[in-house]
């Protein structure tokens, strides 16, 4: 069965780095798309970025571009999240989800997260 | 816009019918998926694409596409449903994520 399994909890001091790995199993990890998503305390889900685990292709989101990077091991079938100038703001639980999308005979299209990871706690606090 | 907004919260009494809507551009040409999420546990995938269950998701939740609005609906709602639940879809334009500000349901 598919299972993403995620690091455990990380305690860390503004301005310095994190490295949130999420281990991949029972499917072919070079066939899909891994997503990371957090949840800061009492509030929603935010994506964070998008890694292709066949060519390592990412896109992240905008608020925090050059802070975040997705990285892949494929030996291991593990995706890395790291989150560099932590800040208070950067206390969640971080997520990572497999992705898959499928085109519709209508044009349109529709994406999904079926596989989440277990979670991983990260506070940011001196 | 590259949001994709949700009433805060909503209320069913046990068995009744509760539907939540999600709005945004991205939707005119992208299917939503939904996701529900207990506290302290990760999201679980409820519906994704042209109406479709994940295995395990009981059929009294359904969803719809009209324009730029998705919505999923909970018939006979119990009281495990009690749960946020968020949409998701992606921005065409900068193929970003984007996720709903999420919808508090309480079954009463």
């Known amino acids: 069965q598919v299972q993403m399994v995620q690091s455990g909890a990380e305690m860390k001091k503004p301005g310095a780095s994190v490295k949130v790995s999420c281990k991949a199993s029972?499917?072919?990890?070079?066939?899909?798309?891994i997503i990371w998503v957090r949840q800061a305390p009492g509030q929603g889900l935010e994506w964070m970025g998008w890694?292709?685990?066949?060519?390592?292709?990412?896109n992240y989101a905008q608020k925090l571009q050059g802070r975040v990077t997705l990285t892949t091991d494929t030996s291991t079938s593990t995706v890395y999240m790291e989150l560099r100038n932590l800040r208070s703001e950067d206390t969640a639980v971080y997520y990572c989800?497999?992705?898959?999308?499928?085109?519709?005979?209508?044009?349109?299209?529709?994406?999904?997260?079926?596989?989440w990871g277990q979670g991983t706690l990260v506070t940011v606090s001196s | 816009s590259s949001e994709l907004t949700q009433d805060p919260a909503v209320s069913v009494a046990l068995g009744q019918t509760v539907r939540i809507t999600c709005q945004g551009d991205?939707?005119?040409?992208?299917?939503a998926s939904w996701y529900q999420q207990k506290p302290g546990q990760a999201p679980v995938l409820v519906l994704y694409?042209?109406?479709k269950r994940p295995s395990g998701i009981p059929d009294r939740f359904s969803g719809s596409s009209s324009g730029n609005a998705a919505s999923l609906t909970i018939t006979g709602a119990q009281a495990e449903d009690e749960a946020d639940y968020y949409c998701?879809?992606?921005?065409?334009?900068?193929?970003?994520?984007?996720f709903g500000t999420g919808t508090k349901v309480t079954v009463l």
């Open positions: 989800a497999r992705g898959e999308k499928v085109r519709y005979s209508n044009g349109w299209s529709g994406e999904y997260f079926q596989y």
């Open positions: 029972g499917y072919t990890f070079s066939n899909y798309g």
């Open positions: 890694i292709n685990a066949d060519n390592g292709n990412t």
């Open positions: 991205s939707l005119r040409n992208n299917y």
């Open positions: 694409g042209q109406n």
């Open positions: 998701n879809c992606r921005d065409s334009r900068n193929n970003h994520l984007i």
